[in-house]
């Protein structure tokens, strides 16, 4: 998927390294949830980890898809569905290559982008342009990491610093209406904090 490839991350499962992990469902997404923005539909969680938001949409009605290429976020994915007797496909594939068989009606972001060498982040939002259906929505959370070096471009990660005018130009017009809102500002237990935004799918 990039040069930090799977036994990178499997070696964090392993060693219960897993600092992004927040041991629940995103509050982000409870609030959108919460409030109707988003409804039961076909719905994409790549780099979905510990499986923490595929539970809950699946909990709430949702045909959730859960994508990830390290064989202990699936296994643990699949184990927490299981728990909770609750079902939803959870795909290990690299979200570079992946292709659904149906587009999907959304995709909820959360921590892929971030994990992914920058180097590839052109190749990955073309392909969640690709898996979503016109009109279909992208839930977002850019991560931001403030750390020495970041303001004056140097690629420290992961979690790699998501500039919010770095997303603009990469999320841009030619496929996504940004809304007239501005992000909502969502505190990580890191210290760190994400911007979180739905984008429509043109």
């Known amino acids: 998927m990039t040069t930090l490839n799977p036994h990178f991350w499997q070696e964090h499962f392993d060693q219960g390294r897993t600092p992004w992990d927040r041991g629940a469902v995103s509050p982000q997404l409870l609030n959108w949830l919460n409030s109707e923005d988003l409804r039961p539909c076909r719905i994409a969680v790549p780099g979905c980890g510990k499986g923490w938001e595929v ?69 990955y939002a073309t392909q969640l342009a690709r898996w979503l259906k016109p009109g279909g929505y992208l839930y977002i959370l ?29 999320f841009n017009s030619s496929h996504w209406q940004w809304p007239d809102t501005l992000p909502t500002i969502v505190p990580h237990p890191t210290g760190w904090h994400e911007l979180a935004i739905c984008l429509e799918r043109k």
């Open 142 to 170: 850019f991560m931001q990491v403030e750390r020495p070096g970041a303001r004056e471009g140097l690629k420290q990660g992961p979690p790699f610093h998501c500039d919010i005018n770095a997303m603009l130009a990469l």
């Open 55 to 123: 539970v809950e949409l699946a909990r709430r009605g949702f045909d959730v898809t859960g994508i990830d290429y390290t064989t202990g976020a699936v296994k643990e994915t699949g184990a927490l569905l299981l728990s909770q007797t609750l079902t939803a496909e959870v795909i290990q594939a690299d979200v570079l290559s992946y292709m659904p068989n149906r587009l999907f009606d959304a995709v909820y972001e959360q921590t892929c982008l971030c994990a992914i060498d920058p180097d590839h982040w052109i190749s």
